[in-house]
C-alpha cells in the first residue's frame, strides 16, 4: 500500500497500532523509543521481558494493547547507536521487511503478548522507522513498507507531513 504521510506525533494519530523500531538489546533510550518507554510503560515492559526471557530476534514484532492503542516493538536492529555520531547503519532491511510482514498478517487481527486482543485493523502509523538514529536510508525502507503491507495503510508522520527528500 502507498505511505501516507502526515505532520504530528505517530504516538498521537487516530491510527489504533503504532510500530517503532527497536534494538534486539533490550534498551530503550533513543529519542522516539524513550517516548514510546514513558507515555507507554507496558510496551517498555513488555519488550524488556521479552529480551530477559528468549532474546529478541530480528524482524519479530511485539505487540503490545494499550487501551485504544496498539504498540508494535518491531526488532529493526540488532544494535543501538547515532550513525550520525558512528557513521554505522544500525538499521537492519531485512528486519524492516520482516517485521512489516508480521504486522500485516496480524492486521487481521491476533493477540498481543500478553494474550489480550488486538482487533483488525486498517492503519499502521509510524515514525521515519530505521531512518532517525540507525541511520537508514528512507527511500529503501519507504519501498519496503509499501511493498509489504497489503492488509494495512502504512501512516508517516514526520514534522511537516512531507516525504523526506
Not at 505511505?3 to 487516530?14: A, E, Q
Amino acid at each position: 500500500m502507498r505511505i501516507l504521510y502526515k505532520s504530528g506525533n505517530f504516538l498521537s494519530g487516530p491510527e489504533p497500532v503504532s510500530c517503532h523500531g527497536c534494538n534486539a538489546q533490550g534498551r530503550m533510550g533513543g529519542t522516539v523509543a524513550t517516548q514510546v518507554r514513558e507515555g507507554f510503560p507496558e510496551a517498555f515492559a513488555a519488550y524488556e521481558a521479552a529480551h530477559v526471557a528468549r532474546g529478541l530476534r530480528l524482524g519479530e514484532v511485539i505487540l503490545v494493547a494499550c487501551g485504544a492503542r496498539t504498540i508494535a516493538n518491531a526488532i529493526t536492529q540488532r544494535y543501538y547507536g547515532n550513525a550520525a555520531k558512528t557513521g554505522r547503519i544500525y538499521v537492519d532491511y531485512g528486519a524492516v521487511a520482516a517485521a512489516v510482514r508480521s504486522l500485516d498478517a496480524a492486521a487481521a487481527g491476533t493477540t498481543d503478548a500478553a494474550g489480550k486482543t488486538v482487533p483488525p485493523f486498517e492503519t499502521v502509523a509510524f515514525p521515519l522507522i530505521g531512518a532517525g538514529l540507525a541511520g537508514g536510508d528512507w527511500a529503501r525502507i519507504a519501498a519496503l513498507l509499501e511493498t509489504f503491507s497489503t492488509r494495512f495503510v502504512p501512516v508517516v508522520y514526520t514534522r511537516d507531513g512531507r516525504a523526506p527528500a
